[in-house]
């Protein structure tokens, strides 16, 4: 009788086991459920929806909804909490810091990727392979807004007809960025431009407009170069084109910027978005090229992976 008892509880047990053993494979094999929010960069954004493809795959019951508004925007929305993660083609400003701050938002930020801004013309303008960085600021800057309208005004063997321009919209991260750089303060230009976060309307805007002019990052002429014409750039030292090795040595100056993911410990505090970050660190460093920026080194990327681990444990 006792012999028959034991013999019982012990088939119980190992059918309990098996049981939770299938229900774990189950829910492995299914993924984890829940949701991540990501906006920001239109710039970072192929990267991202890269990996949240991928992520997809190994997750289907994750929903990753990736948009773009800008750097400006989505670190406003990620400042209230409305996102878990913000794409940003810049540093976060100190009053994008104090906004978190006063929300109590606690965040990581991580370098995924390294990108160059192309300056761009169309393939039908014959005239302009190369400009200084001199002549860049002297069309974009804002004492140029009416003044400063054809291509004679900037280098006097270029024809005498008015340039259309064509730019980053003003919560781009790529705007902060090239205005800073190129006229010395950043969000500082003239206005009589054509702007747009979205840099397909940008490139479609040079591409079908022989004296245009414009910029946007360099993954988005990777993707149009038989509509578009690079134009190298001169800082002093000789026009350089933009390229994957002028970009990553940052010979390409100073038209050469890291690209961020900032995280908020609230979101990664669930598994979703712990898991998603942490997968798109791992997959990164092949994803940045397929989608054409340039990554970083493999003991940047493991820098990284460590300091997101850091994060999460770090009171």
Same mark, same amino acid.
């Given at each position: ?7 019982? %509880? ?64 989505? %670190? ?10 913000? $794409? ?22 991580? /370098? ?12 039908? #303008? ?43 919209? %003003? ?9 800073e750089v190129i006229v010395g303060k950043s969000r500082s230009s003239r206005t009589d431009y054509t702007a747009s976060?979205?840099? #397909? ?107 997101? /681990?850091?994060?999460?444990? $770090?009171?």
């Amino acid at each position: 009788m006792i012999f028959k008892i034991i013999k019982v %509880l012990t088939l119980g047990s190992i059918l309990l086991l098996w049981s939770c053993g299938s229900k774990k494979n189950v829910e492995n094999a299914a993924g984890i459920e829940g949701q991540v929010k990501i906006d920001g960069s239109s710039t970072v954004y192929p990267i991202t929806e890269a990996v949240a493809e991928e992520f997809g795959m190994e997750h289907p019951k994750t929903k990753v909804i990736a948009t773009f508004s800008g750097t400006s925007r989505g %670190l406003e929305k990620f400042s209230r909490g409305e996102i878990d993660i913000s $794409d940003a083609s810049r540093p976060i400003k100190e009053d994008e810091i104090k906004a978190c701050e006063t929300s109590n938002i606690k965040y990581v930020e991580l /370098k995924v990727g390294i990108d160059g801004l192309a300056v761009v013309v169309s393939k039908e #303008n014959t005239w302009l392979d190369n400009i200084t960085v001199q002549e860049l600021k002297k069309i974009w800057e804002p004492v140029a807004e009416k003044k400063i309208k054809k291509w004679s005004q900037i280098r006097s063997t270029w024809p005498d007809v008015e340039f259309h321009l064509f730019g980053a919209g %003003l919560s781009s991260g790529t705007y902060d960025y090239f205005t800073e750089v190129i006229v010395g303060k950043s969000r500082s230009s003239r206005t009589d431009y054509t702007a747009s976060e979205n840099d #397909n309307i940008l490139e479609q805007g040079v591409a079908g407009d022989k004296n245009s002019l414009g910029f946007f990052g360099l993954a988005y002429y990777a993707k149009n170069k038989h509509r578009l014409k690079l134009v190298a750039i001169d800082n002093g030292k000789g026009p350089v084109i933009p390229t994957q090795e002028t970009v990553a040595t940052n010979a390409y100056s100073p038209l050469s910027r890291p690209l961020f993911i900032y995280v908020s410990r609230a979101a990664a505090k669930r598994k979703e978005v712990d898991a998603f970050v942490n997968f798109y660190l791992e997959k990164v460093p092949t994803l940045v090229k397929d989608v054409g920026y340039i990554p970083l080194t493999e003991k940047e990327y493991a820098e990284e992976t460590q300091r997101f /681990k850091d994060f999460l444990i $770090d009171k």
